[in-house]
């Protein structure tokens, strides 16, 4: 069996694998779907009933959200790691035909389509000026931005206005940049996220200028994706909030111990979002 042979078999078992995870995927969404359904309307059945409705609403419902999510998180991180993989089989294979057409693009083209070019390097400060910072203000919504004075050494460019400051870093040798925000951070008792985090971006040597695009590396999750998180997320939630308005519409003072579960929960669905948030839902 010749190389391209047994190149050609590791592809069709990947690709096998990347499409039975997305089977996969539909088969928990619609298990979990038909399961909560179930327990929902059971919780409501047992409305009357003492201690059983709190149970399905602050238990039983989120602990099985998040089963779900989970379970269906590591299939797609499955179907994403064996799409990378692919991606570099497909430059191996047209790479060995020389200059022909290329012969396997599908994976490589998922990637690549997400390259977006953003700012020269050599251009800013100046031409590129505006550019960068409608970027900023319109991708990365730091409205601070505007008017923001920018400065640059060798490998460094540096926006600052008043008290805010951003830095975009080079690293030559790896062909990155890396947006860095000193303020950024997760106040969890307050549930808010401020800064913008840290963002890497690609450089490509062209036309004699370094040019700085979005890495496509990992291509980002479409919207059916992101929306599936969220609800979810939203069931654990206005399950918790069904069960902590069962508990205070029978009120009792043996209840006070469901109560701070029940809020020890609430708190956890948060902390698991703002984790998927930052894991999933920016760019990487």
Known sequence: MDWLSVIMEEYKSLREESLTAM???QSILRFG???LGIVLAAGLNLWEKSLLPEFVFLFLIPLLSYLVIIIWVGEVERMIRAGTFLAQ???KVNKAFGGKPEA???ESWLRTKQNRYLFSWDDVPGNDNVRLLKFLKDDLKIKWVENAEIEKSEDC???TKKNNSLIFKLNKEENKVILTDAKYKINFFIFKISGVGTHKYISKEEDSKL???EDSKTPQLHWNYRAILCIFSLIALASIGLGIYR???TICFGYIVIISIAEVLLLSAVIFWYI???RYLKRQ
Do not use: G, H, P
């Open 276 to 278: 998927n948030k930052e």
């Open 157 to 159: 460019i540096t926006i």
């Open 89 to 91: 089989l497909e430059k």
């Open 247 to 249: 508990v205070y519409e």
């Open 211 to 213: 040019k700085i695009y």
């Open 104 to 106: 396997l693009t599908w």
């Open 33 to 35: 779907t038909a399961t």
């Open 23 to 25: 089977q996969t995927q």
